[in-house]
């Protein structure tokens, strides 16, 4: 008996197991635009977007030449980084 429980146990990790990498794959992020744009510019892009969504998005100063925004959205999150050094804006969206 202790056999077939251990047997059923270890079928059940093989499939269960995969289904959660799949799951962590899906929800990897998606960059859906990337340009290059000066660094005042792309924290107006934070604002008009904020505005738009009328969702105020968590900002992390990550330095003085970099910022990054996300906005929690019902089906996932969307981020806007700005980066003064390279001079990019980089929108990304990551699904639930």
Known sequence: ??????KSCLLALAV???LFFMHLAIAEETIIQQEKISFEKCLK????SENKL???PEIEYISAK????VFTLTDGI????CDKEEG???V???TN
């Not at 892009?45 to 008009?48: D, E, K, L, S």
């Open 92 to 94: 990304s969206t990551k």
């Open 88 to 90: 990019n804006l980089t």
């Open 16 to 18: 269960l197991f995969p």
């Open 78 to 81: 969307l981020k806007i980084t």
């Open 66 to 69: 970099k910022r990054v925004a």
């Open 1 to 6: 008996m202790k056999k077939v429980q251990t």
């Open 45 to 48: 892009v934070i604002t008009v």
């Open 54 to 56: 009328s969702i105020s």
